[in-house]
């Protein structure tokens, strides 16, 4: 078997260059030949190794943060304290992104219209999503909801009284605009 010269050569070098690197450190570091380590290359004494792991670490808990498609806000049209400055469709309003309902709350969603031809969505919560609506108008009367898409905002809701049915009626301007939207949302997207 015959083994190729440049091959040999190579490994031969390969080998020299990685079993010199702490002598070409020793080198630069002026300890060649004088039987004396660097210290920080010596690693870790044995007396400075505990004997016992360190105290576990509490971390802050951290705010979990949920995406949705639908998100309903608590908001005002003028500012609040914790509530948020937000502009969409050339609008500005401050949302309370504390009090929020979201596509996980909701049970159902039809697109309809009412006796004289306005369409809207009709949008039934489930229980913990109608204990939110509930705990959300009874605390904003007088602020409105805003109902917002993708981060697109769909419109907004003037709270007048503390919603107990599980049901928010989100007025839209058309009715193919509500059908479009009732299938998106009942799809996930």
Known sequence: ???????????????SLLAGCQTFNDVMDGAFGSGKKDSASAGTPIESIPTTPPPAQTTPPTQQTTTSSLVVYASSATPMQDYVLVERNNQRIYVDPRQTLLR????????VQDDQGRP?????????GTQKLQHITSNNIGRSLAVTYKDSLISTISIDNTVQN???????PSADEAISLEGRILDGD
């Open 1 to 15: 078997m015959q083994i190729n010269k440049k091959l040999l050569l190579g490994a031969v070098i390969c080998s």
């Open 120 to 128: 809207y969505l009709n949008l039934s919560f489930n229980a913990s």
């Open 166 to 172: 599980g049901v928010l009626n989100v007025p839209m």
């Open 104 to 111: 996980s709350d909701l049970s159902d969603v039809i697109a």
